[in-house]
């Protein structure tokens, strides 16, 4: 684009956060440019020299590349399914062929110089030996936590003058914490055939299904308009909604300070920032706005011109002879598949199902051959086997895989299934204020989607004691879910359980849905049902904006859950899980002390005594407990183990009404461990977990 005007505009609406992904080519060809300062230049002159539209190639027929998708994972959801790298391929292939639906879309300026590039991706049938591939290659790989320090990155390229290499990696994190999306390398940046000249894209961000979702699955066709040598619409930065002073070189897309989210095509004002009248390609592939929609005319002439360019040796990625020698050209047959499986938990209980499937690559099997030591069935040839255990212990798996072309090599998964006694490591009632890290990473089970973090413990803020469990919103991207599972329950002679615990989060926009939801399993997680959900508005607690919300006392909100009143399973598990909306910004969420107690201790909490603390946690024996009586009520206090056996009860005392303290000292006769404080009132009672230390 021809920068005429130097605007700068504050786009506060559309500010950019840490946590949210997004292109970091331009911050790695910085980081080389400045080592190199010559090679911009001559990148800078080639695009000069290419402005003429005359100078353009104007080709005939369609530019085919052969392409190679490389997974990398450490067997968890990462690993995304040959169907998902597929379906991200289609929607590849779809919008360099202007094929989308949703073209209908773009803004009627923009509508006649929307363009097909002339230029479509297949995967490989030959691997650089001429071995038979499918063009999808699973590597076991710990640079799926993408890093650019790690010494081994890229070492699974093939060669990049013959194939388009894409990683498929579970986080991008680059030096000085710039989390991405994705990035790549221009044409030439390196010598033909380096290792490096390859994309790299977050699973999730890729295909509309699996991992994937449809509102973020444009980012391999953004960063492949980089590979083929485009800049962003908004120049060569990585500073969208700063100013209009950015220069892409394209003659067709107007100067633009780039967007992060998408203004409304009924207000032209809101997309109107650099000239006054002048509309900006807000829905172009190379901006950041989220509602991508099309290339230009000049856009995809120039991406073909980057095809006959020696630059990186793209001239030679659709020559016949490399379409023979790729397998595009009189494919291969098919191929003996490699074989690998998933499973849907690797802890479970005595007698509860696991479901395994297969997840074969480079060919697909049409028989299965399973081992079970330990399971039953202990054999098996379906390709998603249930399988049970009847006693506790550690298992592993044997797999093989066949089709018309062969069998593969076996593999074996060791010490992958855990099966856990039916027994609960609670009964009744039970409270967890994470102030044991050891108990959040024993007893919780923590499961996040691909690219978001984990529940963490965190010392941020607490509603009593020193911490709570939180989220870190500067790793928890866009449509990601994070779950938090209980350790079991034994609800058998709870009559009627209650469930609750305290909630802070607040959100820099009101337009927010992020959501919180509370499930139930009776059967050890092998189905759940919602107890409790809240989004948007609802879920927040407080109207502060902060960019990481830090909550106030007075910030927390307690949330009460009554549980089925039938409810007398003798194992019980809770899941808390939080799912990230699409919109920019999201903020910290934080939970606390959560409880189970029993229907009449609620009354009487509501009614008789409020305002229950009991600190510090953990103790080195001596506990305060604080309350406020609303009568003058007589208390008797006593010491739990984690089944429930008292180890220590103490004489019923009299109080009266008000505020009340009272201490608590053991001793030093208990053990270092958790134990739950009982607080009785008239047979009605409440618990509370203490933690006893050195």
Partial sequence: ?????????????????????????????????????????????RFQSQRSSAQRPQPSATYIIPIVFHVLHVNGPENISDAQVKDGLRILNR??????????????????IADSTKIQFELATKDPLGNCTNGIVHHYDTDTDWDDTSPTLFSHTWDPTKYLNVYLVRTITLTGGFGASG??????????????????????????IGTGSSFLSRVLTHEAGHWLDLNHVFGGSNNAGVDCSGDDFINDTPPTPGYLNCPNPAIPSQYQLCTPGVSENFQNYMDYSYCCRMFTSEQGQHMQFALQNTAGGRNNLWTNANLIATGIL?????????????????????????VFKDASWNGQPTSYS?????????????????????????????????NTAGTSAPVTKSNIINVTSPIAVFTNYWSEGFENLSALNTNWTLQSSSGASKWEQSADAAYTGTYSAKINPANNTRKTVTSMISPAINMGTNPGPVLTFKVATAEVTTNHVNSLKVYLSVDCGNTWGAIYSKAGQSLVTS????????????EWRTETILLPQALSASYVNFKFEYTRDTIPAANTIYIDDINITGPTSIEQNRLKIQNLNVYPVPSKGALTVSFQLTEPRKITFSVCDITGRIMEEFTETQFESGEQKHIINSGGALPKGIYFLKIEIDKASSTRKIIVGE
């Fill in 543 to 554: 109207s502060s904006a902060a960019s990481n919300f830090v909550p106030q006392k007075s």
């Fill in 370 to 402: 399973w081992s079970f030591p330990g399971g039953s069935p202990a054999v098996s040839t379906a390709s998603a086997p249930v399988v049970t255990y009847a006693l506790p212990g550690v298992y592993s798996v044997s797999y093989t895989v066949s």
């Fill in 95 to 112: 919008d360099f062929a202007r094929q989308n639906p949703d073209t209908t879309e773009i803004i009627p300026v923009f509508k006649n």
């Fill in 1 to 45: 684009m021809r920068k005429i005007y130097l605007l700068f505009i504050s786009l506060i609406s559309v500010s950019v956060t840490a946590q949210d992904n997004h292109c970091a080519t331009d911050v790695v060809m910085k980081r080389i440019y400045d080592k190199n300062p010559g090679l911009k230049i001559s990148r800078d002159a």
């Fill in 183 to 208: 990035y790549t390398y221009f044409p030439g940046t390196f010598s033909p055939g380096d290792s490096y000249d390859a994309i790299v894209v977050l699973n999730n961000y890729f295909g509309s």
């Fill in 330 to 354: 009189n494919p291969s047959s098919a191929c003996i598949p490699v074989a690998d499986f998933k499973y849907s938990r690797s802890k479970t209980c005595v007698s509860s199902p696991v």
